[in-house]
């Protein structure tokens, strides 16, 4: 069962690249890696989802090695409304399966 | 808005008592989703119905259950009440299994 890691918390400041990673180790091959943001007492929203190599959408890219122990999910010229808890998901190929969150890392950004 | 409705907002119980929380998801989503998220154990999957069948389970306790409707709609039923239940519980949908979750706005459940 794949395991998620994630700093507890970053530091930024506005106009700045921010470049959050999450290991997972023991990823499955059918396993997707998924970003959520989380405002406080707000349910968490979808950010990027990705399988191998690179996504990028109009908010955010997201980065991933050929062996998927990891990923990491990039966020371009950060805005203080981006501060925020972002977690990444792993899981849920398109077989089902249990779906396995990060602690979540709280990112502060800054003027 | 994500689309995804839960209700009650709050509750308030006591131990050892049964509730059942409600989840309506998106119109057209088959997919429901259920996490708990409490301060120390993050956000935890709970279990997971597509199309009123139920498809994964992650860490869900016996004294919980759940169920997806004809309709789509699903419940959590939660029974003897430990204060450690306290918590947020949220409802997800998705238009099919590994697509883009809709969260609601959760359940704040507070056991005393």
């Known amino acids: 069962l794949a395991k998620t890691t994630q700093p507890i918390s970053m530091d930024s400041y506005e106009g700045q690249e921010v470049n959050i990673t999450c290991s997972h180790n023991?990823?499955?091959?059918?396993?997707?890696i998924t970003w959520y943001q989380q405002f406080p007492s707000q349910g968490p929203r979808f950010i990027i989802q990705?399988?191998?190599t690179k996504v990028t959408n109009e908010v955010a890219s997201l980065f991933i090695p050929a062996d998927r122990k990891s990923s990491t999910l990039s966020l371009p010229r950060v805005s203080l409304s981006d501060t925020a808890v972002y977690y990444c998901l792993v899981g849920e190929g398109n077989q089902g399966g249990k779906l396995i969150f990060g602690q979540g890392t709280e990112l502060s950004v800054k003027p | 808005d994500s689309g995804v409705t839960q209700t009650p907002k709050h509750l308030i119980t006591a131990t050892g008592q049964r509730v059942t929380l409600r989840c309506s998801p998106r119109s057209g989503d088959l997919s429901v989703y259920w996490y708990q998220q409490s301060l120390d154990q993050g956000l935890q999957f709970l279990i997971q119905?597509?199309?009123?069948?139920?498809?994964a389970k992650g860490n869900i306790l016996e004294r919980f259950s759940a169920q997806q409707f004809p309709d789509l709609h699903s419940e959590l039923n939660l029974s003897s009440l430990e204060l450690g239940d306290s918590a947020l519980y949220f409802c997800a949908s998705s238009v099919s299994q590994g697509a883009e979750q809709f969260f609601g706005p959760g359940t704040r459940l507070t056991v005393l």
């Open positions: 990705g399988y191998k």
């Open positions: 023991n990823i499955a091959t059918n396993d997707y």
């Open positions: 119905y597509y199309n009123g069948e139920e498809r």
